[in-house]
């Protein structure tokens, strides 16, 4: 469809046999800013409108970063319009120096630190998952000894969740976007919840970053479905919404429903055209692939 059919109203007409403004069959959670140029930039504007549009779901990186009066604020909206928050980023990430992979003891201690607070801000906001990157490989020492390293974190932090029912999600990232990083595949995040074994150590299995690391999508999510307990979206090439690269996003999430999944997929990309026309042209995109 041109971009000129497009408006920014909620009430606009569209294409499909899945009618505008239902909810969607997924929890497909927008991020802040997502929908700026249709709702303003006001967050509680953006979840009045996205709730309007049917979703159902909510994630924020930087939810830990905001005042803890909009942070009150904008889970008093969610609740209210029957909104679930998603992941926000529970720790600081090293991209290019490694620490929990080091085992050095006052990086871990931090990591565990940002974890205790995090807790806090979970209940908040009314957050269950919370994202977890174990930072860059160190490269003078073996992967078994790295790996070791970042299940001793990851077991210390989950005796922190645990007593809260909180969750943290481990997410495997790209090469070409994230070189150098220790966790890059499912099959690794397998390994180490199983390690952790652990309810509050989970696989976030990001679309995206494992269609470029290693493909095989849906075999691949079968084979650590029992670790995974959050996705994230993105197309590729671009990393812009689902219909706009070579990822089967209708054939993924029919898979996915099928399997009986009812968490929250967070939609981590960008929008392929600009502008309030832009917004609406991915809410049309992912109608599309709602409809299975």
Aim: charged share 25%; aromatic share 8%; glycine share 8%.
């Amino acid at each position: 469809m041109a971009a000129a059919a497009f408006s920014a109203s909620p009430a606009i007409a569209r294409q499909g046999e899945v009618k505008p403004n239902q909810p969607f069959k997924l929890k497909y959670a927008p991020h802040p800013g997502m929908f700026e140029h249709s709702a303003g930039k006001d967050l509680i504007a953006q979840l009045e409108f996205i709730a309007d549009e049917g979703f159902r779901a909510f994630e924020d990186n930087g939810m830990k970063d905001r005042e803890v009066a909009l942070q009150e604020k904008m889970a008093k909206t969610m609740s209210r319009l029957g909104i679930e928050m998603g992941v926000f980023v529970a720790h600081k990430i090293y991209w290019k120096e490694p620490n929990l992979a080091s085992g050095n003891p006052d990086l871990r201690e931090e990591f565990l630190n940002d974890i205790r607070s995090s807790v806090e801000v979970a209940k908040r906001v009314n957050a269950k998952w919370m994202t977890v990157v174990p930072g860059h490989l160190d490269l003078r020492l073996d992967m078994g000894y790295q790996t070791a390293n970042v299940v001793e974190a990851l077991k210390r932090a989950a005796n922190i969740l645990e007593p809260h029912g909180l969750v943290m999600v481990l997410e495997p990232l790209n090469f070409r976007n994230h070189p150098g990083l220790f966790l890059t595949k499912a099959a690794q995040a397998y390994e180490i919840c199983k390690a952790v074994d652990s309810p509050s150590c989970k696989i976030l299995f990001d679309i995206y970053h494992q269609q470029i690391q290693e493909g095989n999508l849906i075999p691949n999510i079968d084979l650590a479905w029992e670790e995974i307990a959050y996705f994230q979206i993105g197309d590729n090439p671009g990393r812009k919404e689902p219909t706009t690269g070579e990822i089967n996003y209708l054939n993924v999430f029919s898979h996915i429903a099928s399997k009986g999944y009812d968490g929250i997929l967070g939609m981590e990309h960008g929008n392929s055209m600009p502008g309030a026309e832009g917004e609406m042209a991915m809410i049309e995109a992912y109608r599309k692939v709602d409809d299975f």
